[in-house]
């Protein structure tokens, strides 16, 4: 199993910034992708930013140019710049990984979530 654990969160005001970072750590496994989600008030979760074992990265639009993601592979964690903030960024920010276990199984994980909240 693998665990993350998420730190960044908080209180901004609109065009400021945060930086989100989760670090995984647990049994041996190889990382497939990891990658950032977010869940507003009475919304489903969304995808916000990924990035894949190649450097390949994938963004929402709503967050292109504003939002970078990036990744350590040595501390496999991955961290989510977030620059030019605006209210409708505040969700709870959820970050996943997927990942391929000891036993070559394929395997998902997320975290327990980190609030971001922007006032206007």
């Known amino acids: 199993q693998v665990q993350l654990v998420e730190s960044g969160g908080g209180l901004v005001q609109a065009g400021g910034s945060l930086r989100l970072s989760c670090a995984a750590s647990?049994?041996?496994?190889?990382?497939?992708?990891m990658g950032w989600y977010r869940q507003a008030p009475g919304k489903q979760r969304e995808l916000v930013a990924t990035?894949?074992?190649?450097?390949?990265?994938n963004y929402a639009d709503s967050v292109k140019g504003r939002f970078a993601i990036s990744r350590d592979n040595a501390k496999a964690t991955v961290y989510l710049q977030m620059d030019n903030l605006k209210p409708d960024d505040t969700a709870v920010y959820y970050c996943?990984?997927?990942?391929?276990?000891?036993?070559?199984?394929?395997?998902?994980?997320w975290g327990r979530g980190t609030q971001v909240t922007v006032s206007s």
């Open positions: 647990g049994s041996t496994f190889s990382i497939i992708a």
């Open positions: 996943n990984i997927k990942f391929y276990g000891e036993s070559g199984s394929y395997s998902s994980s």
């Open positions: 990035t894949s074992g190649g450097g390949t990265t």
